[in-house]
């Protein structure tokens, strides 16, 4: 089976930089994702790592450790719009290559 | 990227009757298709894999005779939730992938409401 574990709810103010962890159990491994969706829209796509290190995309950073199961997404220079849920969701060499989330973190921006 | 349609983006049904989502992948054949329901303040929960041509592959749990999948051809596959009832009530959305090493492209997502 598969396990993947984010904080609930994080905070954090406009401009500063947050991290957000996911660690994961799976039988099997082919990726790891990040996905922001905000309330009632579809998740939009964010980064994507299958080997360890660290992926950088604009303000936002994803890193993986296959060894610990880990990741997380580096979020920085924080704008209002920011503020949505974030979503890990890792495939495995299982299962017609589908997406198993995680259970989401809610990430509020304060002025 | 490429696109997922879905429809409708909104519905509301009385109890008991039932109600056929539809995904439909516009600018590539999807094989396999995802559906997955979340409740509000929730991730999203696979409920089941839609492959054409065969039968679904559903997630424990998920009562397959309330949720029929229907993959007819490589860019649809339709879910309908039969008898539905209150508790029923969710954002269901739709997702496909064109390889292993691609991320899922979703549907806009069906917000059901049972009355």
């Known amino acids: 089976g598969q396990n993947i574990d984010q904080p609930t709810e994080m905070t954090a103010t406009e401009g500063a930089i947050v991290q957000i962890n996911c660690t994961y159990q799976t039988s099997g491994f082919n990726g790891l994702f990040w996905y922001q969706q905000h309330a009632g829209e579809a998740p939009t796509f964010l980064s994507y790592?299958?080997?360890?290190g660290l992926e950088e995309k604009g303000r936002f950073s994803s890193f993986l450790s296959r060894s610990k199961g880990y990741s997380y997404l580096l979020l920085k220079e924080l704008q209002m719009k920011d503020s949505a849920s974030y979503l890990c969701?890792?495939?495995?060499?299982?299962?017609?290559?589908?997406?198993?989330f995680g259970t989401g973190t809610r990430l509020l921006v304060s002025p | 990227g490429a696109v997922v349609s879905q429809h409708p983006s909104r519905v509301i049904c009385k109890s008991g009757t039932s109600v056929k989502i539809e995904c439909r992948s516009l600018d590539f054949q999807a094989t396999t298709m995802f559906w997955y329901r979340q409740f509000p303040k929730q991730s999203l929960m696979l409920m089941a894999t839609s492959n054409e041509g065969s039968k679904a592959t559903y997630e424990q749990g998920v009562e397959k005779d309330k949720f029929l999948i229907n993959h007819a051809s490589l860019t649809l596959s339709t879910l309908t939730v039969t008898s539905a009832h209150p508790e029923d009530s969710s954002f269901y959305i739709c997702?496909?992938?064109?390889?292993?090493?691609?991320?899922?492209?979703f549907g806009q997502g069906t917000r059901l409401t049972v009355v």
């Open positions: 790592n299958v080997l360890d």
């Open positions: 969701a890792v495939s495995g060499n299982t299962g017609f290559q589908k997406l198993v």
């Open positions: 997702s496909a992938r064109i390889g292993s090493y691609t991320e899922a492209f």
